[in-house]
């Protein structure tokens, strides 16, 4: 435990005060008839005069952000969910245990107040207090210049006042709740079903990715916090459910970065007898259409861009926009050399061990991504970083799959599910002789699955979209930590 502050030593004092005037610091129920930015909005142009002639009533409970006391009053500011309002606490008005619960508070205490609203010498609209009820007492000061909390540490540790503090961060959680309703209601109306797949898995799949590790007693093994619910979600598929998605959370043992964080919410969602073609304009209507919900516009603000996320956006192959940025030509990009040289004169560290593909994924990633400002379609990705895509008909070592980049990141993935339970099975061996190499990421064989695509999937399309990263573009945020109530962070206290 912390040392304790002088001012916390005199709340906690204060306890004892309240407790012999009678006083539970920790109060029970408050009926609230009323908000503060209801209040506000709907008297903003009614005058003093109007207010005292025919007096209002209300009633609303919320935290006491400011307090200034002139003897036998005092003025305080009450914030509640939405939006602030001044309160005026004055002896005459208020019950004798009433003025004696004023003179205990401070600021960050709860409190319910009920009263009449008129306005001050200088027309501010406020509350002039009759009842006042303490609904819990703050021990801890709110840190010196609350109002303005920037340690981007403390914000981030202590979520609590950063949206105590910031009313623009609690703008963004409520602007996140709203993004995720909109995605819901839009694949709702398209007819998906919305489904809950195992966070605990048997062998991780449906990414490549390194995995947490957590053991179960009773059965006495060891389970995997899942770092994809693809192959469960196909598994629906294969089952008879055709159109399901899930908006889910997924766990995933790697770096930390400002697009990066090991715990992250994902939209997974796949449609039966589709392709990656279809999904396209479907990811463009519901991306569109969610940023017109909470922007009120499709195009948007992004840092020091604009983004214009309105239909049909570019589309590129990959090995064309590797061509494009890397400076390698479409007749060097077939040859592992060429590519393998291309990349080491980029500064890359690429192993010669590598295939083909993943060289040309390194080289993306370091040279393409970043001029991907507007929404780009990349399509056609190789097979051997695309384990559970379906092969392209016309080019059988590219698969259908696509990834969405907006503002020189992925945004999404997607891709016509691969339903071939033989090419499935063979690339799940390729997987594992890679995970015998030494790569930690590469999948594990997972004979259930390929048990269910021998029961039969349908042609089936599936995408996933993070969550977070689209939060990020529609409220307009360098830092994943920003739209996530609770990041992970270093131990504070290490041991």
């Known amino acids: 435990m912390e040392e304790r502050s002088d001012q916390s030593h005199q709340r906690i004092k204060k306890l004892a005060d309240l407790r012999q005037l009678g006083i539970d610091p920790y109060g029970g129920r408050f009926e609230q008839t009323d908000r503060a930015a209801i209040i506000l909005e709907k008297h903003t142009h009614t005058d003093g005069p109007t207010l005292d002639q025919t007096p209002i009533s209300c009633t609303l409970a919320g935290r006491l952000t400011g307090l200034r006391r002139f003897g036998k009053a005092a003025f305080g ?66 840190p010196e210049k609350w109002h303005g909390l920037s340690n981007v540490e403390t914000r981030y540790r202590q979520r609590y006042l950063d949206l105590i503090a910031n009313p623009a961060v609690h703008s963004i959680f409520v602007q996140r709740s709203q993004i995720i309703e909109s995605i819901r209601q839009f694949l709702i109306t398209k007819g998906f079903l919305e489904v809950e797949t195992p966070m605990m898995h048997p062998i991780p799949g449906g990414a490549t990715a390194q995995p947490f590790v957590t053991h179960h007693n009773s059965l006495a093994t060891d389970l995997y916090l899942r770092i994809a619910p693809e192959l469960y979600l196909k598994r629906l598929v294969i089952g008879g459910l055709p159109r399901v998605f899930e908006i889910n959370r997924n766990f995933r043992n790697e770096g930390i970065s400002t697009i990066h964080n090991p715990e992250f919410t994902m939209l997974e969602f796949y449609m039966a007898f589709a392709d990656f073609e279809d999904l396209m304009p479907m990811t463009e209507a519901l991306i569109a259409e969610t940023a017109k919900n909470i922007c009120g516009s499709p195009v948007i603000p992004y840092q020091e861009h604009t983004l214009d996320l309105t239909p049909p956006w570019q589309r590129l192959t990959f090995t064309d926009a590797v061509c494009k940025f890397s400076g390698i030509s479409s007749d060097e990009i077939q040859s592992k050399n060429a590519v393998l040289g291309a990349a080491r004169e980029h500064g890359l560290d690429v192993s010669s061990n590598n295939s083909l593909g993943a060289i040309l994924n390194i080289l993306f990633e370091n040279t393409v991504e970043s001029h991907l400002i507007q929404p780009t379609f990349i399509t056609h990705y190789p097979i051997e970083i695309s384990p559970l895509a ?14 969405l980049y907006i503002a020189g990141r992925e945004i999404a993935n997607a891709f016509s599910e691969l339903n071939d339970p033989i090419d499935q099975a063979a690339r799940f061996e390729a997987q594992a002789e890679l995970r015998a190499g030494g790569d930690a990421e590469a999948h594990h064989i997972d004979a259930d699955f390929i048990r269910a695509l021998e029961y039969g999937l349908p042609p089936t399309a599936g995408e996933g979209i993070g969550i977070d990263r689209l939060v990020m573009l529609l409220t307009n945020q360098a830092s994943i930590r920003e739209v996530i109530l609770f990041p992970q962070l270093r131990p504070e206290h290490p041991q």
């Open 77 to 142: 500011v009450l914030r509640d969910e939405e939006a602030s309002i001044q309160v005026y606490f004055k002896k005459d008005a208020l019950e004798s245990s009433g003025f004696q619960l004023m003179q205990q508070l401070d600021v960050g205490d709860w409190i319910g107040i009920s009263g009449t609203l008129f306005r001050t010498k200088t027309d501010e609209l406020t509350i002039a207090t009759s009842q006042l009820t303490l609904l819990s007492k703050s021990l801890q000061p709110l």
């Open 390 to 403: 379906k092969r392209c008909v016309f080019q059988p070592m590219l698969t259908d799959r696509f990834e």
